[in-house]
């Protein structure tokens, strides 16, 4: 009888240890402590129940081995299933938030309408590997499917979203198409022009080859500022964890902005105004060249698309006990109210071809906006159709 029940104890805890090893295989150290517990569970059932004579009928499922696993389910955030002989036998609310209230009790396959899940879920296969799935719940969504084998024959399902990860990767590899494309462009016209003036008739004929020179100036500067502005980018992004703490003062910015865009401003007839509602002068712990580049942009900006002849507006307040609020106020056409969200990625673009005939690059507001995230500022785009933009940049004022 002893030896009958070591036997027991024996078969309960190589199970536990089974469910343990597939825990390490699962990896994930929730998932995996789940599925210890699981096992656990699993392991004391099957004592249990071979110990109550008459019921020794083999191994309670999962579900049934432990009473509190619906709470535990309930806790955890990745959706989460239990599925017996293809069936679904629990389902957290996580997993019926993403594949429907009533998965309960239905076949895996309906639960999970995705062919590659379908194919993995088949009856024979052992548990481990992961797969991914697209449109579960959304068509941008995406999720890793992971499976394990417990030792009873049910399978635990986790899906874990990945769509953060996937609509960053998506964003840096439009980002590289993109770069790619605005540099394409003006070179395919340089080349164009230099293939052109090589023939000796082309090259003879001056005012033909000063207009051509003219042209390709124009796009090489294109290119300098599209580059400019990527090594920018790259730089600020690479020193987004280190808080500037430089006293800045903005008026002189101001002045050095005037003079650099003072050719630009006298071709649009725009006055460049200051108005200080402060108590005392703007200053501001910071990063002087990148706040100096934060109100370039967003001054040439108010210039380019403002109207002609109506002046441009940079404004200081206080916003609260510790902030400064910045404006830059236009009288343009606005901005139709459906792109301001989209303002600061990378390339976007109102008018694409408007913004490259005033030099534009698509890149300044992605360049302010992480300026300002550098400085654990804010940044406030509003607009109204006929009338003009105002930009509000929030900044943490230097402490006097
Ligand atoms: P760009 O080099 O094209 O000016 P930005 O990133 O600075 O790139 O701006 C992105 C787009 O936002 C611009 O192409 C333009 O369509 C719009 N935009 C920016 N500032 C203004 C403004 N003050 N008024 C109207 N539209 C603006």
Same mark, same amino acid.
């Given at each position: 009888?002893?030896?009958?029940?070591?036997?027991?104890?024996?078969?309960? !805890?190589?199970?536990?240890?089974?469910?343990?090893?597939?825990?390490?295989?699962?990896?994930? %150290?929730?998932?995996?402590?789940?599925?210890? #517990?699981?096992?656990?569970?699993?392991?004391?059932?099957?004592?249990?129940?071979?110990?109550?004579?008459?019921?020794?009928?083999?191994?309670?499922?999962?579900?049934?081995?432990?009473?509190?696993?619906?709470?535990?389910?309930?806790?955890?955030?990745?959706?989460?299933?239990?599925?017996?002989?293809?069936?679904?036998?629990?389902?957290?609310?996580?997993?019926?938030?993403?594949?429907?209230?009533?998965?309960?009790?239905?076949?895996?396959?309906?639960?999970?309408?995705?062919?590659? &899940?379908?194919?993995?879920?088949?009856?024979?296969?052992?548990?481990?590997?992961?797969?991914?799935?697209?449109?579960?719940?959304?068509?941008?969504?995406?999720?890793?499917?992971?499976?394990?084998?417990?030792?009873?024959?049910?399978?635990?399902?986790?899906?874990?979203?990945?769509?953060?990860?996937?609509?960053?990767?998506?964003?840096?590899?439009?980002?590289?198409?993109? &770069?790619?494309?605005?540099?394409?462009?003006?070179?395919?016209?340089?080349?164009?022009?230099?293939?052109?003036?090589?023939?000796?008739?082309?090259?003879?004929?001056?005012?033909?080859?000063?207009?051509?020179?003219?042209?390709?100036?124009?796009?090489?500067?294109? #290119?300098?500022?599209?580059?400019?502005?990527? #090594?920018?980018?790259?730089?600020?992004?690479?020193?987004?964890?280190?808080? %500037?703490?430089?006293?800045?003062?903005?008026?002189?910015?101001?002045? *050095?902005?005037?003079?650099?865009?003072?050719?630009?401003?006298?071709?649009?007839?725009?006055?460049?105004?200051?108005?200080?509602?402060?108590?005392?002068?703007?200053?501001?712990?910071?990063?002087?060249?990148?706040?100096?580049?934060?109100? *370039?942009? !967003?001054?040439?900006?108010?210039?380019?698309?403002?109207?002609?002849?109506? %002046?441009?507006?940079?404004?200081?307040?206080?916003?609260?006990?510790?902030?400064?609020?910045?404006?830059?106020?236009?009288?343009?056409?606005?901005?139709?109210?459906?792109?301001?969200?989209?303002?600061?990625?990378?390339?976007?673009?109102?008018?694409?071809?408007?913004?490259?005939? #005033?030099?534009?690059?698509?890149?300044?507001?992605?360049?302010?906006?992480?300026?300002?995230?550098?400085?654990?500022?804010?940044?406030?785009?509003?607009?109204?159709?006929?009338?003009?933009?105002?930009?509000?940049?929030?900044?943490?004022?230097?402490?006097?």
């Amino acid at each position: 009888m002893a030896s009958e029940r070591t036997r027991r104890l024996l078969t309960a !805890l190589s199970i536990a240890a089974a469910g343990l090893l597939a825990a390490a295989l699962a990896g994930a %150290p929730l998932f995996a402590a789940l599925l210890a #517990m699981l096992a656990g569970g699993t392991a004391t059932a099957l004592f249990q129940s071979q110990r109550s004579e008459g019921r020794s009928s083999g191994p309670a499922s999962s579900a049934e081995a432990s009473p509190r696993l619906p709470s535990v389910l309930a806790a955890l955030d990745d959706p989460l299933l239990l599925v017996k002989k293809r069936k679904v036998l629990l389902a957290n609310p996580a997993a019926k938030a993403v594949l429907g209230a009533h998965i309960e009790g239905a076949d895996v396959r309906l639960a999970i309408r995705h062919p590659a &899940a379908a194919e993995h879920l088949a009856e024979s296969r052992e548990g481990g590997a992961r797969i991914e799935l697209a449109g579960l719940g959304g068509q941008d969504r995406r999720w890793e499917m992971a499976t394990a084998l417990l030792p009873d024959k049910t399978r635990l399902v986790r899906l874990s979203d990945r769509s953060a990860a996937f609509a960053a990767e998506r964003m840096r590899t439009d980002f590289v198409a993109n &770069a790619s494309h605005e540099l394409r462009t003006p070179l395919a016209s340089l080349l164009g022009f230099i293939e052109t003036l090589q023939d000796d008739t082309a090259a003879e004929d001056k005012p033909l080859r000063t207009r051509f020179l003219g042209i390709m100036l124009d796009e090489a500067q294109r #290119m300098h500022r599209l580059v400019d502005d990527l #090594m920018s980018l790259s730089r600020i992004e690479a020193e987004r964890f280190s808080v %500037p703490r430089e006293p800045v003062r903005l008026l002189p910015l101001i002045d *050095q902005i005037r003079v650099a865009c003072g050719r630009i401003a006298a071709e649009r007839g725009v006055e460049l105004v200051v108005e200080n509602r402060l108590d005392s002068e703007p200053i501001v712990p910071g990063d002087g060249t990148q706040l100096l580049q934060l109100l *370039q942009n !967003l001054v040439v900006n108010a210039i380019k698309y403002g109207s002609q002849g109506t %002046p441009v507006t940079v404004h200081f307040a206080e916003s609260g006990v510790d902030m400064l609020r910045l404006s830059i106020v236009d009288c343009g056409d606005g901005i139709p109210p459906e792109h301001i969200p989209r303002l600061t990625e990378r390339f976007y673009r109102v008018d694409a071809s408007r913004s490259r005939n #005033m030099g534009g690059t698509g890149l300044g507001l992605a360049i302010v906006k992480h300026i300002v995230g550098r400085h654990r500022g804010r940044l406030e785009i509003t607009s109204k159709l006929g009338e003009g933009t105002k930009v509000d940049v929030y900044l943490p004022r230097a402490s006097s």
